[in-house]
């Protein structure tokens, strides 16, 4: 694990979670140089509803969610659709990362700042907290699992140091 970058916490969409275990490279979220949250209401809907409807990659992501900070559940996110809540989280520390396209695009046009996966990726490598060959792997990772378009990997090749 790196060292933290400040006091940086960045939010964790579903969609994040869901791209790294169908790519097999979980186990990236700890070599974040930052401090990750998990919103209850993303663990909620991909682990309990993922282990409910017999996802495979619901039980991984248990197991590697669990020692991950959770933003807690209030009261007045309760009745709000998961996207909404993970917004008010993601408000709350200044960063989202998501895959989700309209997730991200409603959190930039909130003042928040907005990551994608392979983003995540080109910031550990950046940071240290993970070797440039195996930054490489796991952007290749995220492409032959289907998240990421050939173009954008390509992109993201060019940006890891």
């Excluded at 991200?104 to 928040?112: D, W």
């Excluded at 492409?143 to 378009?149: P, V």
Aim: glycine share 8%.
């Amino acid at each position: 694990m790196c060292a933290t970058i400040g006091h940086v916490r960045i939010v964790v969409d579903s969609s994040t979670l869901i791209s790294l275990a169908w790519a097999g490279q979980l186990p990236l979220l700890g070599c974040a140089p930052v401090a990750l949250v998990i919103p209850a209401e993303v663990r909620r809907e991909v682990v309990d509803e993922g282990l409910a409807r017999g996802y495979p990659d619901a039980a991984a992501i248990e197991s590697t969610v669990k020692v991950i900070a959770d933003a807690g559940r209030s009261e007045e996110l309760r009745d709000l659709p998961v996207d909404d809540a993970v917004l008010v989280r993601a408000r709350e520390h200044g960063v989202l990362l998501t895959n989700d396209l309209a997730l991200g695009r409603r959190a930039l046009n909130t003042g928040v700042r907005w990551l994608r996966t392979a983003d995540f990726i080109v910031l550990c490598v950046r940071s240290g907290g993970l070797e440039r060959l195996r930054g490489v792997a796991a952007v290749k990772a995220l492409r032959a699992a289907g998240r990421i378009t050939e173009e954008l990997l390509d992109a993201y090749l060019e940006e890891l140091p």
